[in-house]
């Protein structure tokens, strides 16, 4: 069955380390998100693709990166982790349509920067 | 003003009644409406959708739409424990979904 995958599921670091998070789809959708969901602040995009080599900033992208060397991979890191990125990340994907736009998550990665 | 407003709740119902999740949204420019159902520890679960005004049914939810005041209603009938979760509101301009901070529902046996 077709699926969104994340990993880890699970990561401490330490302030200042570059850190990596992995989303992989099966779907072939052309659309990835990545978003962050902290208490009080419900769910927060972070950086969007559109396709392909296609990358853009959402509301809260300071300090994160994301690139798009295929369908089915949106890879988000954060250059110097900070405490304030501690937070529970999600990946989302969508087909290309503009109307049937329905996104679908994966598990989430917990991510604790001490 | 939140581009997305929901009453954060906690709703309590009871078992086998009806619950009444309510959202109003401030871009007059969104096409299309989901609601998600998040379990604590999980991810957002896609579980309505609708896209013109009017009620819209699938099992025990209906959503209810209405651009004009811009608001979109969740309503769970006969709701069970197994309904307690948050309840996300997501209006969307193209491909694009803001969510709202969800309403946490909590159904008594």
């Known amino acids: 069955d077709a699926e969104i995958t994340q990993s880890p599921r699970h990561k401490i670091t330490e302030t200042g380390r570059q850190v990596t998070l992995a989303c992989h789809q099966t779907w072939n ?15 927060r995009l972070i950086h969007y693709s559109y396709g392909v080599q296609d990358t853009n900033k959402g509301e809260v992208s300071d300090g994160y990166s994301v ?4 369908t089915e991979d949106l890879p988000l890191t954060l250059e110097s982790a900070a405490s304030s990125q501690t937070s529970v990340y999600f990946c989302a994907s969508s087909e290309g349509s503009v109307t049937y736009n329905e996104q ?7 991510l604790t920067v001490l | ?3 997305v407003e929901q009453n954060s709740g906690p709703l309590s119902v009871p078992e086998g ?5 309510n959202c109003t949204y401030s871009d007059r420019g969104s096409q299309s409406f989901f609601w998600y159902r998040q379990y604590s520890g999980k991810s957002p679960e896609l579980i309505m959708s609708i896209y013109s005004n009017g009620d819209k049914e699938d099992g025990r939810f209906t959503a209810q739409l209405n651009k004009a005041s811009q608001y979109v209603s969740l309503l769970i009938r006969d709701s069970q424990p197994s309904d307690s979760a948050t309840y996300l509101c997501a209006p969307a301009r193209g491909r694009a979904l803001t ?5 946490r529902l909590q159904v008594q046996p």
Not at chain 1, 67 to 70: E, G, H
Not at chain 2, 17 to 21: P, Q, T, V
Request: proline share 3%; aromatic share 16%; net charge positive.
């Open chain 1, 29 to 43: 959708h052309n659309n990835m998100f990545w978003y962050r969901q902290d208490l009080g602040h419900g769910l």
């Open chain 1, 67 to 70: 690139s798009r060397s295929n």
């Open chain 1, 104 to 110: 679908f998550f994966g598990p989430g990665t917990r």
């Open chain 2, 17 to 21: 009644a009806i619950a009444s999740l």
């Open chain 2, 1 to 3: 003003q939140k581009e």
């Open chain 2, 99 to 103: 969510f709202g901070s969800g309403t």
